[in-house]
């Protein structure tokens, strides 16, 4: 079945650093995928969108990689701020279809410290 | 990208009592809603497509008649949880679907 994998462990960095955050997916290659922020008590907020025959993507201090061989995307925070700190969640499309229904993985927890 | 309101934003109700929450689209219509349950430290879990003017489409695990869900405008989508239990304790999150999604501040539902 499809799985989505992100790092249940926190990611702890100095401020000023980059942040690389890992999505890893199995049985499935999807068309495109997606990254969300994510604070306490509130609900996703969409960063960006990546599709499959890009490598790359980028939102001001965000990087998006994806490589459909790996099966696997990195979201990268350059310059991280404290403000940065969040869970991260990535998305992809559900094997099953559905316009826009979208499987989340579990988030990895991001803290920027001062 | 779109404005999505959620009322109430958290409910505390006794057990076997039903709550519904509704979730408004604010500036744009929506044909197509989601409803997402999220227990803590875990991810989003798709519970069912909302359809404006027809039923909803639950994902597999979903009791239906549990969980009920009426689409009757292209701005409002409601989610009713019959007969609440604390197992049904959790934070519900509604989101718009345009050209991503666009989520709603989600409820906090809390059975005693």
């Known amino acids: 079945s499809q799985k989505i994998e992100q790092n249940s462990e926190a990611l702890n960095i100095q401020e000023g650093k980059t942040a690389t955050l890992t999505c890893n997916y199995t049985?499935?290659?999807?068309?495109?995928l997606q990254w969300y922020r994510q604070d306490p008590g509130r609900g996703p907020v969409f960063l960006l969108l990546i599709r499959e025959n890009e490598k790359e993507k980028r939102k001001e201090r965000l990087k998006v990689t994806f490589d459909t061989t790996l099966k696997q995307s990195l979201f990268h925070i350059t310059a991280s701020q404290p403000a940065d700190s969040a869970t991260y969640l990535c998305a992809l499309p559900p094997f099953s279809g559905g316009y826009n229904k979208l499987i989340f993985g579990a988030g990895t927890r991001l803290a920027v410290h001062p | 990208g779109a404005v999505v309101s959620q009322h109430p934003s958290w409910v505390i109700c006794k057990s076997g009592t039903s709550v519904k929450i509704e979730c408004r689209s604010l500036?744009?219509?929506?044909?197509?809603m989601f409803w997402y349950r999220q227990f803590p430290k875990q991810s989003l879990m798709l519970m069912a497509t909302?359809?404006?003017?027809?039923?909803?489409?639950?994902e597999q695990g979903v009791e239906k008649d549990k969980f009920l869900i009426n689409h009757a405008s292209l701005t409002l989508s409601t989610l009713t949880v019959t007969s609440a239990h604390p197992e049904d304790s959790s934070f519900y999150i509604c989101?718009?679907?345009?050209?991503?999604?666009?989520f709603g501040p989600g409820t906090r539902l809390t059975v005693l």
């Open positions: 989101s718009e679907s345009l050209d991503t999604q666009y």
């Open positions: 049985n499935y290659s999807p068309a495109y």
């Open positions: 500036d744009f219509q929506a044909t197509t």
């Open positions: 909302s359809n404006e003017g027809s039923k909803a489409t639950y």
